[in-house]
């Protein structure tokens, strides 16, 4: 068999539909030749990808107008924290279009909303995708609340990439929930921007500090600037107890496997010393089944330095 004939460079390396390919004049014979895959129905690509961008962009061909990539999938679009176990590599695709458009087709999760609640969507990198406060919003009713909670500390901090999912105000939040209207998972929303903070850099981060939180612990701050006597920053707390002066970080396994890393650590903690500072580590026993135990110890060294919690 002749090798196959090149297709218009317009289709190169990038999925199509086979409509936009007839409409180049490309025949049905050479649309199903070896060198293109069919990732869904009505759809030809040159390899199918398994990474979310490549699935996402297999399947966009198929969408019709006013259908964009949604929840989970467009938080992880985003750069945004999913939660923990979902793997966007192979999950199912979410997708919203209008009431009278749902999508149906094999992993793929099609939802539908009204013109007012559909949200406004955004051209990312090619791909339409909700934008992503509607995304956090739409989401709420499959994650845990911690997980919302997490995914809005985000967005309010540096945690994705992208300028349009960091550093939100909590206006902006408040009111993707309010056009949402009695959307599913509303007060788990709500919930969770109650207690949500700016300026989290890490989802463990935000796990550690709903932890002391929820244990009645008072007065911390998230990510603060500590200085020496000279006025020289030492560096930013995860979470800090100010009047106790009390640094609460969380140590993930990078912390012992990578030398510099290592290294640094002994480093800034004297320097925490020296000024004054008492710091405490936290692993991921801390936070699981020894939480009780850490939030306790939290508590005792709080007081003893002079600051009586409840």
């Not at 921007?193 to 935000?206: G, K, Y």
């Amino acid at each position: 068999m002749p090798p196959p004939e090149p297709l218009p460079a317009a289709l190169v390396g990038r999925p199509f539909s086979v409509t936009e390919g007839r409409a180049l004049g490309i025949g049905l014979a050479r649309l199903r030749r070896s060198d293109l895959v069919a990732p869904h129905w009505g759809v030809r690509a040159w390899s199918a990808g398994v990474a979310l961008d490549d699935r996402c962009r297999a399947l966009a061909p198929a969408l019709g107008h006013g259908t964009a990539f949604s929840h989970l999938t467009a938080l992880a679009l985003w750069g945004l924290p999913l939660p923990r176990g979902h793997d966007p590599a192979r999950g199912p695709l979410h997708v919203v279009s209008p009431r009278d458009r749902r999508v149906r087709r094999p992993g793929v999760v099609g939802h539908t909303a009204t013109a007012a609640r559909l949200g406004p969507s955004v051209d990312l990198r090619g791909l339409p995708v909700v934008d992503p406060v509607t995304a956090w919003s739409q989401s709420a009713a499959s994650m845990t609340l911690d997980d919302v909670v997490t995914i809005a500390d985000a967005l309010m901090g540096r945690w994705s990439t992208h300028p349009q999912a960091r550093e939100l105000d909590r206006e902006v939040l408040s009111s993707a929930i309010r056009a949402g209207g009695r959307r599913r998972g509303a007060t788990t929303a709500r919930s969770a921007l109650e207690l949500a903070v700016p300026n989290v850099w890490s989802p463990r981060e935000t796990d550690l500090r709903l932890l002391l939180v929820r244990a009645g612990i008072t007065g911390l701050s998230v990510n603060e600037p500590v200085h020496d006597s000279d006025g020289r920053l030492i560096g930013y707390v995860d979470v800090a107890h100010l009047g106790a002066k009390v640094a609460l970080e969380y140590q993930g396994d990078h912390h012992r496997t990578d030398r510099f890393t290592y290294r640094d650590d002994i480093r800034r903690r004297e320097a925490f010393e020296d000024a004054g500072w008492r710091q405490v580590q936290a692993t991921d026993d801390d936070l699981g089944p020894l939480a009780d135990a850490f939030v306790a110890r939290v508590r005792r060294l709080i007081t003893e330095r002079g600051v009586e919690e409840s």
